[in-house]
């Protein structure tokens, strides 16, 4: 730290993200939830096309995408607003909707930025902790006086919530927003975004990293009634007008014209998921029933951290996190069946 650094020490905890391995190539890669697939070949053609146009700024409206997505999920391109990746949309969704009055609430077991946020933020924040199953209990959140923060399904236990339980969490905070980060909900859970229609207070989350293979690209986007959206559009014109690229948003037109490749690739991944599920059971793992492109998954005879060391020797990268309740698990991305296949091998050779 210089001494120029405005930060009072132990003010911030940057996010760690999963290794990004410089000689990727030698591994199998299984740690950051990126999509097994490549982009659709028009994906490439359409960023090609853009990069030759790349001296003026992108539109900053969005509005073809916006019109794109109103096509696939209803409402009109005033219920969306698209980020530099979710990451940046929980960004501005922390500054539209926290402030020293209004705290953050959260699972103690989430995705983990939402507490880097949390502390960049200053905001006060209720950790509510997750049931003995690992599940969101949406009883505990009725009438927190707070901004709510959910991953659906959860990260990393890949554990969803059904729609009737999100409504029940909407309905008991009419006057708090409820913000419902799906990144993983392409592979199994049911969507919340028919709810943007009955609720003034739910904010859908959705990216284009996990399922629709654009990890790299960076594009998120937000559904929610259209006074919720012109909030968070104050908050992204007041930091950066210009946040999706232009590269980017052709890339997420010519993907949104493709969506029936990636949701096929979807399903592909939502059946790979079910048959390393029950190969781990064989091998004596306990696995969370997910509905993500991840497995949450333990054994008896090796931690979670000598596990995720020892597939790294077999050039197998996973996820280990070094946190109080999940210490025993690995979180394991579901590849192709080939992937998943060389997985099961490596680790009963190491069990
Ligand atoms: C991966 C992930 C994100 C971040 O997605 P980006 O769009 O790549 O920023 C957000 N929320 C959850 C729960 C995730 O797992």
Do not use: W
Not at 28 to 45: C, D, H, R
Not at 280 to 287: I, P, Q, R, Y
Request: charged share 20%; glycine share 6%; proline share 5%.
């Amino acid at each position: 730290m210089s001494k120029y650094f405005s930060r009072k020490q132990g003010e911030l905890k940057a996010y760690v993200p999963g290794e990004q391995p410089r000689n990727v190539q030698k591994f199998i890669k299984l740690n950051t939830n990126e999509s097994p697939f490549p982009p659709a070949p028009e994906v490439v053609n359409a960023v090609a096309a853009a990069a030759q146009k790349a001296n003026l700024y992108c539109d900053p409206t969005m509005l073809k995408l916006r019109e794109d997505l109103a096509g696939i999920y209803g409402y009109t391109p005033e219920y969306f607003t698209l980020g530099n990746g979710s990451d940046e949309l929980l960004s501005f969704a922390f500054l539209a909707f926290c402030n020293q009055e209004i705290g953050a609430a959260y699972a103690d077991v989430t995705y983990g930025f939402y507490s880097v946020l949390s502390r960049l933020y200053a905001t006060d924040t209720k950790i509510v902790p997750l049931d003995a199953q690992y599940c969101i209990n949406p009883e505990d959140y009725a009438g927190l006086g707070r901004t709510i923060f959910i991953a659906n399904p959860n990260a990393p236990t890949g554990i969803a919530l059904t729609r009737l339980q999100i409504e029940s969490i909407l309905q008991a905070n009419p006057d708090n927003v409820v913000i419902i980060d799906q990144a993983y909900v392409d592979f199994g859970a049911e969507c919340a975004i028919p709810l943007v229609e009955k609720y003034d207070n739910l904010l859908v989350i959705n990216t284009f990293s996990k399922s629709r293979s654009f990890a790299g690209g960076r594009v998120g986007f937000a559904v929610a009634q259209p006074a919720l959206i012109a909030d968070l559009e104050t908050v992204r014109n007041s930091i950066n007008p210009y946040n999706v690229n232009s590269l980017s948003q052709a890339a997420a037109h010519a993907i949104l014209q493709h969506n029936d490749y990636y949701m096929q690739n979807c399903k592909v991944v939502a059946r790979n998921r079910v048959y390393l599920t029950k190969q781990l059971d064989a091998l004596g793992f306990t696995t969370l029933p997910s509905l993500t492109n991840f497995v949450f998954t333990k054994h008896s005879s090796i931690s979670g951290e000598q596990l995720y060391q020892k597939l790294k020797e077999h050039a197998i990268l996973v996820r280990y996190f070094d946190a109080p309740g999940i210490c025993d698990f690995c979180r394991i991305t579901v590849g192709t069946k080939e992937q998943v296949d060389a997985l099961l091998d490596v680790i009963r050779s190491i069990l």
